[in-house]
C-alpha cells in the first residue's frame, strides 16, 4: 500500500471512530436518562469529522485528550449513586475548621461567606454575588481559550507548538488525577453541609436537594444543580487551573500578563469560598496537585528533548 492511500486509510478509520463513538455516547445517555441539552451539539463532530481536511484531522488529534476528560467527567453522573455510602463529611469540615476557623470567628469561611451574603441584601452584596458567579465560570472558558491561542499560533511557530503540547499534556495529567482522586475520596462540599448538616448523602437527600438554600446566585445554582459530580471536592480543580496556568507561562509571558494570571488565581479562589463551593483546604490541594502535573510534566519534556 502506498504512502498516500495508507494516510487515507487512517483517515478515513480516525472519521468512522468519531461518529460512532459520538453516537454510542448519546446511546449511553438516553439508556440512562442523562442526556442533557448540551450534549446535542456533539452531533456537530460528525459532519466535522466527515468533511475535515488534514487540519481538522489534525484538531481532533490535538485536543483528543482534552475532549476526553470533558466526557469522562460528564459521565461520573452515573457513578455518583455509588459513591453515597464512602462521601467524606465531617472529618474535611472538622480539618477546615481547625486550621482556618480563626478568619470566620470559629466558623469556616465558606459558611461565614454563605451567612453574611444572605443578611445583606444590599447593592454591594448583590454586586459581589454576581461577579464571583462571572469568575467562578470563567474556567470554562479561559483554559481552553488559553490553549486554542497556543495551538493556532503554533500552528506556524514551533516554540509555541510545543507550549500547546506542554498544556495539553500537564492538563491531562492534572484532570485525570483528579477524577482517580474523585472517586477513591468522594469528599461533600460546604453547600452539601449548609444544605444537610452532617448526614451522609442519600438518594432522597440528592433529589430534594433546594440550591437556593445552599448557595446564592442564579447561575451557580442552575450549575450545580445539573453537575456531573456533587461530590467532587478534593482537589478543586477551580483552585487548580489558575496555578497550572501560571506555571506553565512563566516561560513565555510577560510581567504583566504573569500579575494578571496571579490576580486571576487570588479572584478565582475567593469567588469559590464566597459561593460556598470550596474548603480552603480543597483549593490548597488543588493548588499542590497542579504544581506536581507541572513538574510531572516538565520532568517528561526534558527527557523528551535532551
Same mark, same amino acid.
Given at each position: 500500500?502506498?504512502?498516500?492511500?495508507?494516510?487515507?486509510?487512517?483517515?478515513?478509520?480516525?472519521q468512522l471512530a468519531i461518529?460512532?463513538?459520538?453516537?454510542? !455516547?448519546?446511546?449511553?445517555?438516553?439508556?440512562?436518562?442523562?442526556?442533557?441539552?448540551?450534549?446535542?451539539?456533539?452531533?456537530?463532530?460528525?459532519?466535522?469529522?466527515?468533511?475535515?481536511?488534514?487540519?481538522?484531522?489534525?484538531?481532533?488529534?490535538?485536543?483528543?485528550?482534552?475532549?476526553?476528560?470533558?466526557?469522562?467527567?460528564?459521565?461520573?453522573?452515573?457513578?455518583?449513586?455509588?459513591?453515597?455510602?464512602?462521601?467524606? @463529611?465531617?472529618?474535611?469540615?472538622?480539618?477546615?475548621?481547625?486550621?482556618?476557623?480563626?478568619?470566620?470567628?470559629?466558623?469556616?469561611?465558606?459558611?461565614?461567606?454563605?451567612?453574611?451574603?444572605?443578611?445583606?441584601?444590599?447593592?454591594?452584596?448583590?454586586?459581589?454575588?454576581?461577579?464571583?458567579?462571572? @469568575?467562578?465560570?470563567?474556567?470554562?472558558?479561559?483554559?481552553?481559550?488559553?490553549?486554542?491561542?497556543?495551538?493556532?499560533?503554533?500552528?506556524?511557530?514551533?516554540?509555541?507548538?510545543?507550549?500547546?503540547?506542554?498544556?495539553?499534556?500537564?492538563?491531562?495529567?492534572?484532570?485525570?488525577?483528579?477524577?482517580?482522586?474523585?472517586?477513591?475520596?468522594? @469528599?461533600?462540599?460546604?453547600?452539601?453541609?449548609?444544605?444537610?448538616?452532617?448526614?451522609?448523602?442519600?438518594?432522597?437527600?440528592?433529589?430534594?436537594?433546594?440550591?437556593?438554600?445552599?448557595?446564592?446566585?442564579?447561575?451557580?445554582q442552575a450549575m450545580i444543580?445539573?453537575?456531573?459530580?456533587?461530590?467532587?471536592?478534593?482537589?478543586?480543580?477551580?483552585?487548580?487551573?489558575?496555578?497550572?496556568?501560571?506555571?506553565?507561562?512563566?516561560?513565555?509571558a510577560s510581567r504583566v500578563?504573569?500579575?494578571?494570571?496571579?490576580? !486571576?488565581?487570588?479572584?478565582?479562589?475567593?469567588?469559590?469560598?464566597?459561593?460556598?463551593?470550596?474548603?480552603?483546604?480543597?483549593?490548597?490541594?488543588?493548588?499542590?496537585?497542579?504544581?506536581?502535573?507541572?513538574?510531572?510534566?516538565?520532568?517528561?519534556?526534558?527527557?523528551?528533548?535532551?
Open positions: 500500500m502506498s504512502s498516500n492511500a495508507l494516510i487515507k486509510h487512517r483517515t478515513q478509520a480516525w461518529c460512532a463513538f459520538v453516537c454510542a !455516547y448519546l446511546a449511553v445517555g438516553f439508556a440512562t436518562h442523562s442526556v442533557r441539552v448540551y450534549h446535542w451539539f456533539m452531533l456537530l463532530a460528525i459532519p466535522g469529522a466527515l468533511l475535515s481536511a488534514e487540519r481538522g484531522r489534525r484538531f481532533f488529534l490535538d485536543w483528543a485528550p482534552l475532549f476526553a476528560f470533558w466526557l469522562v467527567y460528564d459521565r461520573l453522573r452515573l457513578l455518583q449513586p455509588l459513591l453515597y455510602s464512602r462521601v467524606a @463529611v465531617g472529618r474535611p469540615y472538622s480539618i477546615e475548621r481547625a486550621l482556618f476557623g480563626w478568619i470566620a470567628n470559629g466558623a469556616i469561611p465558606a459558611h461565614e461567606a454563605q451567612a453574611l451574603l444572605t443578611a445583606d441584601q444590599s447593592l454591594a452584596a448583590n454586586t459581589i454575588e454576581w461577579v464571583a458567579q462571572l @469568575v467562578y465560570f470563567s474556567h470554562l472558558f479561559v483554559v481552553p481559550l488559553a490553549i486554542a491561542a497556543l495551538w493556532l499560533v503554533g500552528m506556524s511557530r514551533e516554540r509555541v507548538r510545543s507550549s500547546f503540547e506542554r498544556h495539553v499534556r500537564a492538563f491531562t495529567l492534572l484532570n485525570f488525577s483528579a477524577v482517580a482522586i474523585y472517586l477513591l475520596i468522594p @469528599v461533600a462540599l460546604p453547600w452539601c453541609v449548609t444544605l444537610n448538616g452532617m448526614a451522609q448523602p442519600t438518594p432522597a437527600l440528592v433529589l430534594n436537594a433546594d440550591m437556593a438554600l445552599a448557595m446564592h446566585g442564579p447561575l451557580i444543580r445539573n453537575a456531573s459530580q456533587w461530590f467532587a471536592a478534593v482537589p478543586s480543580l477551580h483552585g487548580a487551573y489558575p496555578v497550572l496556568l501560571f506555571l506553565l507561562a512563566r516561560p513565555m500578563m504573569l500579575v494578571g494570571l496571579v490576580l !486571576y488565581g487570588s479572584a478565582m479562589w475567593a469567588a469559590t469560598i464566597v459561593l460556598n463551593q470550596h474548603y480552603v483546604i480543597d483549593l490548597i490541594a488543588g493548588a499542590v496537585l497542579a504544581i506536581a502535573a507541572y513538574y510531572a510534566e516538565l520532568l517528561y519534556y526534558k527527557k523528551q528533548t535532551a
